[in-house]
């Protein structure tokens, strides 16, 4: 992508500020969200007159990989069977993705294919996706650890359940006892 500045996007600096209000977060490159809010086949064109090919997929890429990294890692110190594990995979099911962004009301930000009157299924979950990856990807700055940390957040911010207080793991714990 050519573009440089928040300035040359179409739509622009309203649409990316309102939603890193909502999720939390304010991006040192706010092109990544904006990217992050363009739905595959809306081809959003920049001032430079490219297309975005694929829309926000490849952000959804990272976020994906990324939200089952987060998960895992606060998985693994509960000290739980896999089976947990495997259990609280329905976190980053589409269903829940989707649920997420409805309750985020997230909709009023994307940018839509042509012609698409509602934001489609698929691309509900893939923003969610995309939004976790785009915050890693601008808080890393070359530290992925700081770039894990702001997804978390934001994450938490969506309500992203994971793993969060010792509560929970107790519960955990408890369920996979009476299980055996």
Same mark, same amino acid.
């Given at each position: 992508m050519k573009l440089q500045r928040i300035s040359e996007l179409k739509p622009g600096l309203s649409q990316v500020r309102a939603c890193e209000i909502k999720i939390g977060y304010v991006f040192n490159n706010p092109l =990544? =969200?904006?990217? /992050?809010?363009? %739905?595959?086949? @809306?081809?959003?064109? $920049?001032? %430079? &007159?490219?297309?975005? *090919?694929? &829309?926000?997929?490849? $952000? /959804?890429? #990272?976020?994906?990989?990324?939200?089952?990294?987060? =998960?895992? #890692?606060?998985?693994? *110190?509960?000290?739980?069977? *896999?089976?947990?594990?495997? &259990?609280? !995979?329905?976190?980053?099911?589409? %269903?829940?993705?989707? @649920?997420? +962004?409805? !309750?985020?009301?997230?909709?009023? +930000?994307?940018? !839509? @294919? @042509? &012609?698409?009157?509602?934001? /489609?299924a698929a691309v509900k979950s893939a923003t969610v996706e995309a939004i976790i990856g785009a915050v890693f990807l601008d808080a890393s700055g070359g530290n992925p650890g700081a770039g894990i940390a702001a997804a978390t957040k934001v994450a938490e911010k969506l309500e992203i359940a994971v793993f969060k207080d010792a509560s929970e793991v107790a519960a955990l714990r408890e369920a996979q006892a009476t299980s055996d």
């Open positions: =990544l =969200l904006w990217e /992050a809010l363009q %739905a595959d086949g @809306a081809w959003t064109v $920049l001032a %430079a &007159g490219d297309g975005l *090919p694929g &829309g926000h997929k490849r $952000l /959804a890429i #990272v976020g994906d990989r990324l939200l089952e990294l987060l =998960l895992v #890692v606060t998985w693994y *110190p509960t000290l739980t069977h *896999p089976r947990v594990y495997e &259990g609280s !995979r329905k976190v980053t099911t589409n %269903a829940n993705l989707i @649920a997420i +962004f409805d !309750r985020a009301h997230l909709g009023d +930000f994307v940018t !839509r @294919a @042509a &012609g698409a009157s509602e934001v /489609a």
